[in-house]
């Protein structure tokens, strides 16, 4: 069964960090790509960034919101994958899902990110 | 970007309804669509990718349509537990985008 289990989630004052992580099973984690969406209470859905799978050298993309301020990474040994987040503002509080694949036919369960002094 | 444009916003139906969601893209983008539904709460469900093909285990009254920017998805036979919101979602290139989401209400 393919599982995404996030973690790492809480709350952070504006200008710190925090690091996110996606833990996968149920399928061979460097096949595939995952990506980062996120969701601002009562708000729709907002892609944060992608890792390709490995067979493209786990190429990262990112939305033009968080460039240069947040950072996809894997570690293959530990099936997972994390989202480094720098320079926090308040408008990154949301819940932040990872889902799996064009088309996220997979997601996670998500997890709370609040950004607020 | 590419704007995904989702109408209507919400809709009310009754049960035993059938209900159309519309999607509009910006640019042509093939048939690289995707369809959600989300529970208050829950993380997004798939329902539908590739633009009509259903995901595994999502019941066939789901369905959609479409192809280059214009795409729908119907929901037949409404049930109580079909009340949710449903997004669209573009995969055709960066960045990934979604439709603004449409609230449905079951009478």
């Known amino acids: 069964e393919v599982q995404l289990v996030e973690s790492g989630g809480g709350l952070v004052q504006p200008g710190g960090s925090l690091r996110l992580s996606c833990e996968a099973s149920?399928?061979?984690?460097?096949?595939?790509?995952i990506d980062w969406v996120r969701q601002a209470p009562g708000k729709g859905l907002e892609w944060v960034g992608r890792s390709e799978n490995k067979a493209n050298s786990y190429t990262t993309t990112y939305a033009a919101s968080v460039k240069g301020r947040f950072t996809i990474s894997r570690d293959e040994s530990k099936n997972s994958l994390y989202l480094q987040m720098n320079s926090l503002k308040t408008e990154d509080t949301a819940v932040y899902y990872c889902?799996?694949?064009?088309?996220?036919?997979?997601w996670g369960q998500g997890t709370l990110v609040t950004v607020s002094s | 970007d590419i704007q995904m444009t989702q109408s209507p916003s919400s809709l009310s139906a009754s049960l035993g309804d059938r209900v159309t969601i519309t999607c509009r893209a910006s640019q042509g983008i093939r048939n690289d669509v995707a369809w959600f539904q989300q529970k208050p709460g829950k993380a997004p469900k798939s329902l539908i990718y590739?633009?009509?093909s259903l995901q595994t285990g999502v019941p066939p009254k789901f369905s959609g349509s479409g192809s280059g920017t214009d795409f729908t998805l119907t929901i037949n036979s409404l049930q109580p537990e079909d009340s949710a919101t449903y997004y669209c979602?573009?995969?055709?290139?960066?960045?990934?985008?979604f439709g603004q989401g449409t609230r449905l209400e079951i009478q």
């Open positions: 979602h573009q995969y055709n290139s960066f960045p990934l985008t």
């Open positions: 889902a799996r694949d064009n088309g996220f036919g997979f």
């Open positions: 149920g399928f061979t984690f460097s096949d595939h790509y």
């Open positions: 590739g633009a009509s």
